[in-house]
């Protein structure tokens, strides 16, 4: 008996002690969530330098360094409409240090165009906050005769097939506004899609290879002022203050173009709320900064933050509804 109750409190002894050494480690844990960021923090963006979504992180990069007390490297990961870097940045560690800044095409649009993609966003992101909303605007090559939507239309039915547009990519949000606009004025155009952010497809319509496209108006404003592109019409219901010349599709008679571009802040599945929480205080920090809020107004985007994670996370899901409607209504696929 001696010997079983002596084994007994041994065996207890061990159990006891593993558990003290496993509280240890979750109060270090714990105490280590309180310090984090302790190294720099990267921030996948999906698509080249020139687009709408590296622009805004740009635009934040240094107010959210100072929020955080650590540096923010941009990684631009770009191709196949910004799945290349959403998939790099899901397949990262979920600690905090890899953040992905989504937008409305890699989030809300491809799940519902490319069906193999291995990126589930509601399963492999946390949605952190929006950080910017960005109007689009249909602009065109000097070179290209007509001048406005309505002389536009006539080119395009006098010249079937003759006219190319330029896109971001084959299922960006501006590739779906000029479907929804062919589909409406019954236009025969050819698509040219571009690797990577509208840096590169601005690039090709200021030189004249291409001769018109819908494109967030953070890439083409000082274009437009500089009078290097013409531009026809933005997309929101309203002018946008930026451009107060420039009228909307809306008024000019088409009700199926308006809407709007937004940029965002994910963390990876599994990241501990207490950094997904440090990580929202620190975008309401930064876009309180006059300064970046200026730049991104002078150049056609809408500063905005979700108050809480949860309510950008349902807004994620209306925009997941909407433009899952679009894409089966244009019977846009792959090409």
């Not at 605007?137 to 007509?146: D, E, M, Q, R, Y």
Request: a positive charge; aromatic letters at 6%.
């Amino acid at each position: 008996m001696t010997r079983i109750a002596t084994s007994g409190w041994r065996v207890r002894g061990v159990l006891l002690g593993m558990l003290a050494i496993a509280g240890a480690a979750e109060l270090r844990a714990a105490e280590d969530l309180t310090k984090y960021p302790t190294r720099p923090i990267r921030v996948i963006a999906p698509f080249a330098p020139g687009g709408a979504s590296d622009f805004a992180i740009r635009l934040l990069q240094n107010s959210l360094t100072q929020s955080l007390g650590q540096q923010i490297i941009i990684d631009n990961r770009t191709g196949a409409a910004g799945n290349i870097g959403m998939e790099a940045a899901a397949r990262s560690t979920n600690d905090g240090y890899t953040l992905f800044f989504g937008n409305v095409g890699t989030i809300s649009i491809n799940p519902h165009f490319y069906p193999d993609l291995s990126v589930a966003p509601e399963r492999d992101f946390i949605p952190i906050s929006i950080a910017a909303e960005t109007p689009g605007i249909l602009v065109a090559s000097t070179k290209f005769p007509p001048n406005n939507v309505k002389e536009m239309v006539e080119y395009v039915k006098a010249n079937p097939g003759k006219v190319n547009y330029a896109s971001a990519g084959i299922s960006t949000l501006n590739r779906l506004e000029m479907e929804v606009f062919r589909k409406t004025t019954g236009l025969d155009m050819t698509h040219v899609p571009y690797r990577g952010g509208a840096g590169p497809a601005v690039g090709d319509l200021l030189a004249g290879h291409v001769q018109v496209m819908f494109v967030t108006i953070s890439s083409a404003s000082e274009h437009v002022k500089s009078g290097a592109l013409k531009a026809y019409a933005v997309t929101t219901k309203e002018r946008v203050p930026s451009l107060p010349n420039v009228p909307t599709m809306l008024e000019q008679g088409y009700p199926d173009n308006v809407s709007t571009s937004w940029q965002g802040l994910f963390a990876l599945a599994g990241t501990p709320q207490p950094i997904v929480d440090k990580l929202h205080a620190a975008v309401m920090q930064a876009m309180t900064d006059a300064n970046a809020r200026k730049l991104m107004m002078d150049n056609g985007m809408l500063p905005t933050v979700s108050k809480t994670p949860d309510e950008f996370k349902a807004y994620l899901a209306a925009e997941s509804e909407k433009w899952k409607r679009v894409v089966k209504d244009v019977g846009t696929k792959p090409n």
